[in-house]
């Protein structure tokens, strides 16, 4: 179901505008209105979902497919040398729009992304304590459907 007062839904509905990128029965893509490089893209699943937690599995695949593909495009174009594929899922987590999305960032040899020099100032350690619940909790949700 359409949210009225989502911003993405909107988009889907081409209630707001957007520069579409690519559009099929299940997903849309666009511009970011707020591109940190040139070309970045928001990919959407047209149906509702508030994030990663309660898309179904294959609307969640409908999109990351989507995201290989234009991740494919813009390299094989020569558009970019690469690309960074990434969700934020949850407020924590900076996500803003709460309709599930795939940021497609396009990637340059000597733009100013820096993600490594930003990854290696958190390195931390994790403790096994962490990793042994993720695991437990993974086994019991393994046939939950979830
Ligand atoms: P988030 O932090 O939730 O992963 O990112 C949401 C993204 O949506 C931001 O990068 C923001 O610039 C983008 N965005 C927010 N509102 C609009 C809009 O109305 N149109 C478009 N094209 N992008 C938007
Ligand atoms: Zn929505």
């Keep these: 179901m ?5 911003i993405f839904c909107r988009i889907v509905a081409n209630e707001i505008p957007s520069y579409e990128v ?14 940190i490089a040139e070309g970045h893209v928001i990919v959407v699943p047209k149906e509702h979902f508030q994030g990663v937690s309660d898309a ?8 990351m497919d989507a995201a290989r593909r234009i991740s494919l495009a813009m390299v094989k174009s020569s558009f970019a040398e690469g690309t960074n ?7 924590v987590a900076d996500q803003t729009v709460f309709h599930l999305h795939v940021h497609v ?6 733009d100013d992304i820096n993600w490594n020099q930003w990854w290696q100032s958190k390195v931390k350690h994790v403790s096994e304590g962490v990793m042994s619940q993720i695991r437990q909790t993974l086994v019991e949700i393994e046939g939950e459907n979830l």
Aim: aromatic share 10%.
């Design 56 to 63: 179904d599995p294959e609307s969640f695949l409908n999109v």
């Design 2 to 6: 359409p949210e009225r007062d989502c």
């Design 22 to 35: 690519y559009s099929d029965p299940n997903v849309k893509a666009f511009l970011d209105i707020n591109p």
């Design 85 to 91: 594929i990434f969700i934020a899922n949850g407020s």
């Design 105 to 110: 960032l396009p990637r340059r040899n000597g």
